[in-house]
């Protein structure tokens, strides 16, 4: 996978194409630029900063109002990133651990290895648990574990559309290839580690259809049954424009 300095994204307010490391000062002066005053009073929001820990290719810049809630948060990431069959999340913001018990499928998780940290409920607003500067941690099924890195960048107050949280920047699709014919990978075998990556026709010409799994921009590709967003205008699959970078 790329390394920091060679993963490009786009930024959704302007369209322009950014390495990762510039967007954060992109953004400073992007948001302000393309502010569109609403009704009623500015709120406080949080400029969050969203990356796989161990696959940092992956990474969300985001505007979430200081009074949504952790699970907010938490239902946002699902939503584009993470969702494939309801497993338990938590964050972690200084050793205390935020928890969503789903009382589904893995739920025993927990009782076989519990936790080192207090333990509270994910049912409190960001304002009360974070601020500027704070970096923290999210996980997402606790057996074939998913975890994010997250940062408070900024906060600022203006208008958040309805109150949502707001995609202001992500990576483009990394760029996988097929290891036989070099073109654009499409599936991943994944029942050997590290994952090898095919064109449709060759993925099955080597494995058959057995551990195939369809690639798609998210640090959980790959992984149990996830196969992207439930959400379709939440998938973005797009490649690095030509020229770029
Ligand atoms: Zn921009
Ligand atoms: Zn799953
Ligand atoms: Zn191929």
Redesign the pocket.
């Known amino acids: 996978m790329s390394s920091r300095t060679l993963s490009y994204g786009k930024c959704f307010l302007c369209g322009e194409t950014l390495a990762k490391s510039a967007v954060g000062r992109h953004l400073a002066k992007c948001v302000p630029a393309h502010e569109k005053v609403g009704r009623g009073r500015p709120a406080r929001l949080f400029h969050l900063r969203v990356e796989g820990r161990y696959a940092p290719a992956y990474w969300l810049h985001l505007e979430i109002p200081a009074s949504a809630t952790l699970l907010d948060l938490d239902d946002f990431l699902r939503a584009i990133w993470l969702e494939c069959c309801d497993h338990l999340s938590a964050f972690t913001i200084r050793n205390v651990r935020y928890e969503r018990d789903t009382g589904m499928v893995d739920a025993m998780w927990k009782d076989i290895f519990g936790s080192p940290w207090p333990i509270a409920s994910m049912k409190v607003k960001l304002h009360q648990v974070l601020s500027v500067g704070d970096r923290f941690t999210h996980e997402y099924d606790y057996g074939t574990t998913t975890e994010l890195q997250l940062k408070v960048i900024s906060e600022r107050m203006g208008f958040a559309p309805k109150g949502e949280i707001r995609l202001l920047a992500r990576n483009y699709a990394p760029d996988l290839r097929?290891e036989?014919?070099?073109?654009p990978a499409e599936v991943l075998y994944v029942f050997e580690y590290p994952y090898e990556s095919?064109?449709e026709?060759?993925g099955l010409e080597k494995h058959g259809d057995e551990g195939l799994m369809p690639i798609v921009n998210s640090p959980r590709v790959g992984v149990c049954g996830y196969t992207g967003p439930f959400d379709e205008s939440l998938r973005f699959e797009e490649r690095i424009p030509v020229g770029k970078g």
């Open positions: 097929c036989v014919c070099g073109r095919y064109c026709e060759h």
